[in-house]
């Protein structure tokens, strides 16, 4: 074995005995007595039936309908009088939700509210039609396996998602926990880290977790040469970068050499203070109007997991640099759409944000990303001409905000010296749009209460 390499090593490990969740007791909405829920999520393991506990037996014996992947399904003994059905492909919960009434179960893997069908169901049913009774999750089984804290490890589901998804994770030093596709998925995860510059990286591939085909294989990264492994695994990450691994911050201000472009990019410095205007949060949906490279929707869409963006963006080439850079850094799920706005915008989902990179002169863009803002939304809007800064003084003259010219500079060599170069200034707008609490408020400055004696 050669010195500073990591061997490969597979190791059969039989499955500890796993204890199991109560169930609870579902109460109606008026307090009155116990109610029954129609529906219940069985979390189920590599070991099956016999690995369930006492409520999620009781579930299945009277259930009339049973739902599930084949493999999940196969797992029940055939005592059980409950009709089975396989999950329609593609995905599809109508056929479920005709079901409303009748007593059923839903199989799911581990537990159901991890990157699974429960999250789904939560979005379509009410809390008092059915209950969840999760088994051990493949992550807590993994970091038990491998003695780390589960509240220190990130988690990213590559099922039904693209590859590079994984990119934005990648962070030295970090741990993460990879839900595969399927058994090409490791081999997968491990070429895209070596051409990441992350070889380095420790890799163990959990098989058949909690089940007596569990299996264990260890590597790095750059050495990896098992093509695929068992379709049912998940893998585990401890990051390491090599020496040429880019640092790719979470925090906006990526350098602009991250950025493929034709120079219609809001550098680094100037980009860093939009989006701190824009102020991303969990869940919300951002516009970048005028996107060129896609540098602020990337950001926004980086700063969480669950951040939204939509880059409208006209030119051609401009678009194929948004393609490729919402994959190199890791946000494959930024939606662009090809087209000049105000038309363009027609028919998007209202965003909770607006960044306005180019076109704040074009006749009906602010009035347009106004009226679609979500009330209490932010717009932002950069302009070097004085055309740009004509338009948004006289914007903000009528819906407030504030205007700021942000200027920098640059040490670049002059001669056997050094001088400041500085590029054009900019005129940055931000405002916030008026919502119900806003107008209540207004309302009470122009009504103030008068008091009298007693």
Not at 43 to 56: E, M, P, Q, T, V
Not at 138 to 159: E, I, K, P, T, Y
Not at 288 to 315: F, K, L, N, T, Y
């Amino acid at each position: 074995m050669e010195h500073g390499t990591m061997p490969f090593f597979a190791t059969r490990t039989a499955a500890p005995a796993l204890s199991r969740p109560r169930g609870d007791t579902m109460k109606s909405n008026d307090g009155e007595g116990c109610m029954t829920a129609w529906l219940t999520v069985v979390g189920i393991g590599d070991d099956g039936y016999a690995g369930l506990g006492r409520h999620a037996r009781r579930a299945l014996l009277d259930a009339a309908h049973v739902v599930g992947a084949k493999r999940q399904l196969d797992m029940l003994p055939a005592r059980l009088r409950a009709t089975r059905e396989a999950w329609p492909s593609p995905f599809d919960l109508s056929g479920l939700l005709a079901r409303r009434g009748a007593p059923v179960c839903v199989l799911a893997s581990g537990d159901p509210m991890l990157f699974g069908v429960g999250a789904t169901l939560a979005r379509q049913l009410s809390p008092d039609e059915w209950r969840v009774l999760p088994a051990p999750s493949s992550l807590s089984l993994a970091a038990a396996r491998l003695g780390w804290a589960l509240q220190d490890v990130g988690a990213v589901s590559l099922v039904g998602r693209p590859l590079a998804t994984l990119a934005r994770h990648l962070l030295p030093g970090r741990r993460l926990f990879v839900l595969s596709a399927d058994g090409r998925t490791p081999a997968a995860v491990a070429a895209e880290l070596a051409a990441r510059g992350f070889g380095p990286t420790r890799i163990s591939v959990f098989e058949h977790l909690g089940g007596p085909l569990e299996r264990r294989i260890d590597g790095l990264a750059q050495d990896w040469h098992v093509d695929e492994t068992a379709a049912l695994n998940l893998v585990a990450l401890d990051c390491q970068a090599g020496p040429d691994a880019p640092r790719r911050a979470l925090t906006p201000g990526l350098p602009d050499d991250a950025y493929r472009h034709d120079g219609q990019l809001t550098k680094r410095d100037l980009r860093a203070m939009t989006l701190g205007r824009l102020a991303p949060a969990p869940g919300e949906l951002l516009w970048d109007v005028g996107a060129g490279s896609g540098s602020i929707g990337i950001e926004w869409m980086r700063a969480h997991p669950s951040c939204q963006a939509i880059a409208i963006e006209a030119h051609a080439e401009r678009q194929r640099f948004i393609e490729h850079n919402r994959d190199t850094l890791g946000v494959p799920g930024l939606q662009l759409v090809a087209g000049r706005a105000p038309a363009a915008l027609a028919g998007l989902a209202a965003p909770d944000a607006i960044f306005i990179g180019g076109g704040a002169t074009a006749p009906g863009v602010l009035d347009a990303c106004w009226a679609s803002l979500k009330p209490g939304g932010r717009l932002v809007a950069n302009a070097v001409t004085l055309q740009g800064e004509m338009a948004l003084a006289a914007w903000r003259d009528v819906h407030g905000g504030t205007l700021t010219r942000v200027s920098f500079a640059h040490a670049e060599p002059l001669g056997r010296f050094d001088t400041w170069r500085q590029p054009l200034p900019v005129t940055l707008y931000d405002a916030r749009k008026p919502d119900a609490a806003d107008a209540a408020a207004v309302a009470g400055a122009s009504h103030p209460s008068n008091p009298t004696d007693a």
